[in-house]
């Protein structure tokens, strides 16, 4: 689990990712007991740090967690701004969801499909052409594998 090292106002402060808590200087807080938000694939957790706050952001669908603080990425020091789910990504999302009609496999594909192209859509170190490019490409795989299994199901059956 991640763990960040934090100063403020020249106290030491660290902050061990729990399964749904956060353990800050080794003492347990729970999520739930903590002031959150959703922020677009995020929720953010404010987190007490003496006489400043930080900012747990949890990625709900894709996984991950990231701890921020005036701006700031406490793990890499460098700018941080939660990344937004781009609207465009929503079509993708909405054809993946027609998996669903495809049985236990199209399910599992369709889950899959949806958690990939949410982060590749919100991956903003790559260009926008490249991430729609991949979000098609996707979609196509998806539905490739779909038809071939399908077909290789339908030969085996008959």
């Keep these: 689990m991640a763990s960040w090292n934090i100063v403020v106002d020249g106290k030491n402060y660290e902050i061990k990712q729990k399964s749904y808590s956060l353990a800050i200087n080794?003492?347990?807080?729970?999520?739930?007991?903590?002031?959150?938000k959703k922020d677009g694939i995020y929720k953010v957790y404010e987190v007490p740090l003496g006489s400043k706050k930080a900012q747990y952001y949890v990625n709900t669908w894709v996984g991950g967690a990231k701890?921020?603080?005036?701006?700031?990425?406490?793990?890499t020091g460098q700018p941080f701004t939660p990344p937004k789910l781009p609207?465009?990504?929503?079509?993708?999302?909405?054809?993946?969801c027609l998996n669903f009609l495809n049985g236990a496999v199209g399910i599992l594909l369709a889950f899959l499909g949806i958690m990939a192209t949410i982060s590749i859509s919100s991956n903003t170190?790559?260009?926008?052409?490249?991430?729609?490019?991949?979000?098609?490409?996707?979609?196509?795989v998806s539905a490739v594998v779909v038809f071939a299994l399908a077909?290789?199901?339908?030969?085996?059956?008959?």
């Design 26 to 36: 080794g003492e347990k807080t729970k999520l739930k007991d903590l002031m959150s």
């Design 67 to 75: 701890l921020a603080m005036d701006g700031l990425d406490c793990a």
């Design 87 to 96: 609207k465009w990504a929503y079509l993708f999302m909405g054809l993946h």
């Design 125 to 140: 170190n790559m260009p926008v052409v490249a991430r729609i490019l991949l979000d098609i490409l996707l979609v196509i």
């Design 151 to 158: 077909f290789a199901m339908a030969a085996i059956l008959y």
